[in-house]
């Protein structure tokens, strides 16, 4: 299963998403998720006709964030180079913190530099979005349903700020903060690892395997869930490997994973 949401004319869609002759085609309406309120409220109330569309590329489509979230959790330091490059001590438990979801961002959009930063720095990420209510997970539970697929993020983070506040809220979350896509995906598997790349201006800076992960995601679940219900579609966000580096006006980002597409994105300044 694949899918992303997108929207035409004045209305939002889900769209199943399939690879045709090595690109990505949205050929038909998806299932709505639970989570989407607003759409399921539509979906009642449209006509056959309202919810129809033609088959495209998904390169054609203008492409929204593929989730609704609740709450977008995040992981910080959770591959070993990363917290090296920091200068971080090794976690002995994950260190987690929020993005709000005013920060969502839809695939090809802008990030904004805000005035009150001057480092604001990419963290291609991979993300697990949740497929149904779950608290207090134990680490060898069945996920199967927990995990309804995989997207792709940048934790986009002002760095002066993240060391300055007590709290991250502000250096996670400025609108624009959290690009989200293109698409949610179940036939790619972490867990046995897959590489995540990160590029600026086409020019790779972070590579990395999900296996070099200090915390496997069944423990990330266990530990996040044990302070949290995790409602469908919430967002977790498991951590950058090593190659952070700071953002500039006109920066081209792209953060790709075989399976998952690329999630782009452009920078503007918002300083002056
Ligand atoms: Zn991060």
Same mark, same amino acid.
């Given at each position: 299963?694949?899918?992303?949401?997108?929207?035409?004319?004045?209305?939002?869609?889900?769209?199943?998403?399939?690879?045709? /002759?090595?690109?990505?085609?949205?050929?038909? &309406? *998806?299932?709505?998720?639970?989570? +989407?309120?607003?759409?399921? @409220? !539509? =979906?009642?109330?449209?006509?056959?006709?309202?919810?129809?569309?033609?088959?495209?590329?998904?390169?054609?489509?203008?492409?929204?964030?593929?989730?609704?979230?609740?709450?977008?959790?995040?992981?910080?330091?959770?591959?070993?180079?990363?917290?090296?490059?920091?200068?971080?001590?090794?976690?002995?438990?994950?260190?987690?913190?929020?993005?709000?979801?005013?920060?969502?961002? /839809?695939?090809?959009?802008?990030?904004?530099? &805000? *005035?009150?930063?001057?480092?604001? +720095?990419?963290?291609?990420? @991979? !993300? =697990?979005?949740?497929?149904?209510?779950?608290?207090?997970?134990?680490?060898?539970?069945?996920?199967?349903?927990?995990?309804?697929?995989?997207?792709?993020?940048?934790?986009?983070?002002?760095?002066?700020?993240?060391?300055?506040?007590?709290?991250?809220?502000?250096?996670?979350?400025?609108?624009?903060?959290?690009?989200?896509?293109?698409?949610?995906?179940?036939?790619?598997?972490?867990?046995?690892?897959?590489?995540?790349?990160?590029?600026?201006?086409?020019?790779?800076?972070?590579?990395?395997?999900? @296996?070099?992960?200090?915390?496997?995601?069944?423990?990330?679940?266990?530990?996040?869930?044990?302070?949290?219900?995790?409602?469908?579609?919430?967002?977790?966000?498991?951590?950058?490997?090593?190659?952070?580096?700071?953002?500039?006006?006109?920066?081209?980002?792209?953060?790709?994973?075989?399976?998952?597409?690329?999630?782009?994105?452009?920078?503007?300044?918002?300083?002056?």
């Amino acid at each position: 299963m694949k899918y992303c949401r997108f929207s035409l004319g004045n209305q939002i869609h889900y769209g199943a998403v399939e690879e045709r /002759k090595g690109e990505l085609w949205i050929i038909g &309406p *998806a299932e709505a998720p639970e989570e +989407d309120l607003a759409f399921r @409220l !539509a =979906l009642e109330r449209a006509t056959a006709e309202g919810f129809d569309f033609e088959p495209m590329p998904m390169s054609a489509a203008h492409l929204l964030a593929p989730v609704t979230p609740s709450k977008i959790i995040c992981v910080g330091r959770n591959y070993r180079d990363h917290v090296k490059e920091l200068g971080n001590e090794m976690p002995a438990e994950p260190l987690i913190f929020f993005k709000p979801p005013s920060s969502l961002l /839809k695939p090809g959009g802008t990030v904004r530099l &805000p *005035a009150a930063s001057t480092r604001v +720095d990419f963290e291609g990420e @991979l !993300a =697990l979005v949740i497929g149904r209510r779950v608290h207090k997970l134990k680490p060898d539970d069945d996920l199967r349903g927990v995990i309804r697929g995989y997207t792709l993020a940048d934790d986009v983070s002002a760095r002066d700020l993240q060391k300055k506040d007590l709290q991250w809220a502000r250096a996670k979350g400025f609108d624009t903060f959290c690009p989200l896509g293109p698409l949610v995906s179940d036939e790619v598997d972490p867990m046995a690892g897959v590489t995540i790349e990160t590029r600026v201006n086409g020019e790779i800076r972070q590579q990395a395997s999900t @296996l070099d992960f200090i915390f496997p995601i069944p423990m990330l679940l266990s530990f996040i869930s044990e302070a949290f219900t995790l409602e469908p579609g919430d967002v977790i966000l498991t951590g950058t490997p090593s190659g952070v580096g700071p953002l500039k006006a006109g920066d081209q980002v792209e953060v790709s994973i075989a399976g998952l597409g690329t999630l782009a994105h452009s920078v503007e300044g918002d300083r002056d």
